[in-house]
């Protein structure tokens, strides 16, 4: 109890030395908030991509829209970032914000040169929080020293992230395209020899069909050739844009084979749980027999092929025409109401705490030396000789 009151009589002592320090600490602090530039946030939200169908693979090689882009992340990498991470990262690239700098004039605002591209996109970076919510919610976060730049370059981001993927979404789309265009040309003019030489056959040998159980087997061959034959082009269109060490393009690589063991079971007689009541293989049909069979499979080969690649042209067509929107907004940005900085409530609450606390260790410490001075003045001696000798150390610094 003693201590407390020897507590309390020092703060009553010393009240005036706490008040005053309180009080002009924390007038200080108000009145710098008045002066610090005013900063204001606005912010836009995206929903996250949803995932479009996929068309025999292609759609994860060469991408449609966002559901492109949430393939690629599957396929090339691996399953700890997901599209909305996708779709942060290429807002904050250099090729996005390089737009956004030029469309609102970061250079001008900020009396930057706008040959100063480093610094410009240093400026803009620092403004900007980009950030994805637990729900996939991507969320562009803008401070900016007025609220109309602040909404302005906010909803930049979105009309640059929206143009990015739409010039990425039609390349694609025209890619696949060409591609399918490739492919339909050389199966066609594949299609048009098989033809041929099937009806040349026909004509030389007088063979009008074949039986209705070796028909069934070359038609299901047919069906698992051409299946085959598709998994090979993807493989080939994915060689182009991904290691061998991709988990995807490994994947196909896989499936291409099995197709391709499945295939020379059947040709070699191996055709258990292939082609309907196909038990006699290729090889062992009379010669006339064999031969129709190999000329009429090579031609269902072709026309399934055929058939699959045209279904997959016209989708890759309407892909590559389509103008739906490849953003999904859920806010755009406004200008702010109020400044976000300087928190001036909170720097004064701040202030008046710290320079309490201040005061308080202050006249505790001036308690002390006075405790000193009249009880024990030799240490007191020794801390004024310190304290001269630093004020010394501190005019001479002060002079060179």
């Known amino acids: 109890m003693n201590r407390l009151a020897t507590y309390l009589g020092v703060i009553l002592k010393w009240r005036r030395l706490i008040f005053y320090n309180t009080l002009i600490i924390t007038v200080l602090v108000l009145a710098i908030t008045f002066v610090l530039p005013r900063r204001y946030t606005a912010t ?8 479009e169908g996929d068309i025999f693979g292609l759609t994860s090689i060469l991408g449609t829209g966002m559901g492109g882009l949430s393939k690629l992340r599957i396929s090339g990498l691996g399953g700890a970032s997901t599209a909305s991470d996708l779709m942060a990262g290429i807002i904050l690239s250099r090729t996005v914000m390089d737009r956004v700098a030029e469309r609102c004039s970061i250079a001008y605002y900020y009396r930057i040169k706008p040959t100063k591209t480093d610094q410009v996109r240093k400026q803009l970076k620092g403004m900007t929080k980009v950030g994805v919510g637990a729900e996939g919610i991507v969320s562009i976060a803008v401070g900016a020293k007025t609220p109309q730049l602040a909404a302005k370059v906010a909803n ?4 640059e992230l929206d143009s990015f993927l739409r010039t990425s979404n039609i390349s694609r789309g025209r890619n696949m395209r060409l591609f399918l265009e490739r492919r339909l040309l050389e199966v066609e003019s594949t299609l048009a020899v098989a033809q041929e030489s099937l009806k040349s056959f026909q004509a030389r040998h007088h063979v009008v069909a074949v039986d209705e159980e070796l028909r069934a087997a070359i038609d299901a061959y047919a069906r698992l ?3 085959a034959y598709l998994k090979q082009a993807e493989l080939e269109a994915l ?3 991904a290691s061998p060490d991709n988990p995807y393009y490994r994947n196909l690589q896989r499936e291409a084979e099995a197709f391709t063991e499945q295939l020379r079971r059947l040709e070699v007689g191996g055709s258990k749980g292939f082609g309907v009541g196909f038990a006699v293989a ?3 049909l009379p010669d006339v027999g064999a031969e129709f069979a190999r000329r009429y499979r090579d031609y269902k080969i072709q026309e399934e ?3 699959m690649l045209c279904q997959q042209y016209e989708y890759a067509k309407v892909l590559e025409a389509r103008d739906a929107p ?7 940005a406004v200008p702010p109401q109020r400044h976000t900085y300087p928190r001036r409530s909170l720097m004064t609450l701040a202030a008046f705490v710290f320079s309490l606390f201040v005061g308080v260790a202050l006249a505790y410490t001036a308690e002390y030396f006075v405790y000193l001075r009249l009880n024990r003045p030799e240490e007191y001696e020794r801390w004024l000789a310190l304290w001269s000798e630093l004020k010394r150390i501190f005019s001479r610094r002060q002079k060179h």
Do not use: E, G, H, M
């Not at 930049?156 to 009309?159: H, P, S």
């Open 44 to 51: 836009a939200q995206l929903l996250p991509p949803t995932d």
């Open 156 to 159: 930049a981001y979105i009309a």
């Open 225 to 227: 050739k051409s299946q």
């Open 239 to 241: 060689r182009d844009v």
């Open 282 to 284: 290729f090889a062992r």
């Open 305 to 307: 092929t055929y058939l």
């Open 326 to 332: 490849t953003l999904t907004v859920l806010d755009y």
